[in-house]
């Protein structure tokens, strides 16, 4: 064994790792009331969802931020880090850190609530 060298490959644990933290970055920008409402206005072309529904959504979203990464969800990233042994994420994939805060946000759009 040479002990020059260190293994530098990517171990499952580190790529959920780099997932979740990427993904609870994104979540923690949305926790902001501001960024949340620009963000709604913008992405579903109406107004900024009501207090109670920010709350709850807000809810929604702390939830997420402690809950484990969804590793099927994740699968794409997860085998282009592992094919390439690179942590640079292809502008494509960024859409599933979207696509779980959609899924929450969706379930607010168009209900009754507030």
Do not use: C
């Amino acid at each position: 064994m040479n002990l020059n060298t260190v293994d530098t490959r990517w171990t499952d644990d580190r790529i959920v790792e780099l997932i979740r933290g990427l993904r609870n970055d994104l979540i923690k920008d949305f926790l902001d009331e501001r960024i949340l409402a620009a963000y709604w206005a913008e992405q579903y072309r109406i107004h900024s969802p009501s207090k109670i529904k920010i709350q709850l959504i807000r809810r929604d979203l702390k939830e997420l931020l402690i809950a484990p990464v969804n590793v099927d969800h994740y699968r794409p990233i997860i085998e282009q880090i592992r094919e390439t042994d690179s942590a640079g994420l292809a502008k494509t994939h960024e859409g599933l850190f979207y696509d779980e805060l959609h899924q929450i946000f969706r379930k607010y759009l168009y209900s009754d609530i507030g």
